[in-house]
């Protein structure tokens, strides 16, 4: 699921799976569907 968020003055799309930010909302929904949130390197 992605998430919208305020950052430093911006709006933010975050991958709820694996907490990845984007600054496109397509993009993080993109990001989403292929996202498993098994890939330790995105782990914050
Ligand atoms: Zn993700």
Do not use: N
Request: with cysteine; hydrophobic share 25%.
């Amino acid at each position: 699921m992605v998430v919208q968020t305020e950052r430093d003055d911006a709006t933010w799309y975050e991958c709820e799976t694996c907490g990845l930010l984007f600054d496109e909302q397509s993009d993080a929904s993109e990001h989403e569907k292929r996202c498993d949130g098994s890939d330790p390197t995105y782990i914050q």
